[in-house]
């Protein structure tokens, strides 16, 4: 069964810590991206990564950080230099750079600063 | 200017209403057409893919592309209780790593 996964569904953090959020898929898609919404708003590309042991910052990167070790993962650190991470994350991935280049999206997670 | 633009709504309509949602965009490069529904709290769902110009059916769905207005639709009939959303567009084009978005629009069908 072929899908991008989340975890955790819902993230609770203390000021002042690290979190990371993981990000899977299946789908062997070249190209993944992590977005943030907040509420009654559009999406605002975080990071993205075209190709393993590649990424690029999207337009809200600060306080943020990501790796891309493995085709199939893409996680996401929220740092303590983000003053408000309180959001939903989505995760994305899509095949690349090809004539067909639909996104597809995980669940999301939901990260509250306590 | 905004790379996409769409009307936040919301928009409220009787079941069974045709609906028409639409954005427009400022990039000529854009050739990559998607819709996306978006459930509260959850991830948004893929509806519709289309490339270029051009309509595309799928069941209740139909998703238009004007290349030459930079407008694109999604036309939704016969609306259910269910489809009850928000709906996203966005657009990417050959060889961009990104996907533009719209801010959605809220969409209600009252039973």
């Known amino acids: 069964d072929g899908g991008i996964t989340q975890s955790p569904k819902y993230l609770f953090r203390k000021e002042g810590q690290n979190v990371t959020l993981s990000c899977e898929q299946n789908?062997?898609?070249?190209?993944m991206y992590w977005y943030r919404q907040d509420p009654g708003q559009g999406l605002r590309l975080i990071y993205y990564s075209q190709i393993v042991n590649d990424f690029q910052k999207g337009d809200i990167a600060e306080g943020y950080s990501v790796s891309r070790e493995k085709k199939e993962s893409f996680p996401l650190t929220v740092t303590s230099a983000q003053k408000n991470p309180t959001a939903f994350y989505l995760c994305a991935s899509s095949p690349g750079l090809t004539p067909y280049n639909e996104q597809f999206f995980g669940p999301g997670t939901r990260l509250t600063v306590l | 200017q905004k790379e996409v633009e769409q009307d936040p709504g919301p928009l409220s309509v009787p079941e069974g209403a045709i609906v028409s949602l639409n954005c427009t965009y400022s990039?000529?490069?854009?050739?990559?057409f998607m819709w996306y529904r978006q459930y509260s709290r959850k991830g948004p769902e893929l509806l519709m893919y289309t490339y270029s110009s051009g309509n595309k059916e799928d069941g209740r769905f139909t998703a238009q592309v004007d290349k030459s207005s930079k407008y694109i639709s999604l036309f939704i009939r016969d609306s259910q209780p269910s489809d009850s959303a928000t709906y996203l567009c966005?657009?990417?084009?050959?060889?961009?790593?990104?996907?533009?978005f719209g801010s959605g629009t809220k969409l209600n069908v009252k039973p």
């Open positions: 789908l062997n898609h070249d190209a």
């Open positions: 990039n000529s490069a854009f050739q990559y």
């Open positions: 966005a657009m990417s084009g050959y060889n961009f790593n990104k996907f533009y």
